[in-house]
């Protein structure tokens, strides 16, 4: 990624784009929905538009895969600062406490029983990773809790700075 030249690269379109991919493929109404949150407006940032969209097909299709039947993920895009965030929330088992930093290391794979996506490699969150630091980002996962402290799912977080 050193060699390639960082433009402008709008990620709302691009988040847009793959909640519509998923709702046009989806195989049946048991599949999870996508909810999109969008400030209204461009939310751009500095990189290669196709690493970008690697990262977040990436984060989306994991949430996807570890969502139960009839779930939503829910995606929110908006600015903070300098910087655009991106959280990406899913209904499923969450992560192991222990796990929560490992899972971005390479070819750590910790999938649902049921996958609904194939092989998975165990590498999309390392490669995520390493494209939001190679632009000065932050990714990082935590799990969600209700009231009770028990766990309805993890949440994904990128903050890129803004350009």
Do not use: W
Request: net charge negative; hydrophobic share 40%.
């Amino acid at each position: 990624m050193s060699r390639t030249i960082s433009t402008p690269v709008d990620i709302a379109p691009i988040l847009s784009a793959l909640s519509d991919l998923h709702a046009a493929t989806r195989d049946d109404d048991d599949d999870p929905v996508v909810l999109l949150e969008a400030e209204d407006g461009p939310l751009v940032v500095r990189g290669v538009e196709g690493r970008v969209v690697q990262v977040f097909r990436n984060l989306l299709g994991n949430a996807l895969s570890f969502s139960p039947s009839h779930g939503t993920v829910k995606v929110s895009a908006r600015h903070a600062g300098a910087m655009i965030e991106v959280v990406v929330e899913d209904q499923g088992p969450g992560i192991p406490e222990h796990k929560l930093e490992s899972i971005f290391e390479r070819f750590y794979s910790e999938r649902p029983s049921g996958e609904r996506f194939g092989q998975h490699s165990g590498l999309g969150l390392s490669i995520s990773r390493q494209i939001v630091e190679g632009l000065r980002g932050r990714i990082s996962a935590e799990n969600i809790r209700d009231a009770s402290g028990t766990v309805t799912g993890a949440r994904f977080m990128v903050l890129l700075p803004a350009a």
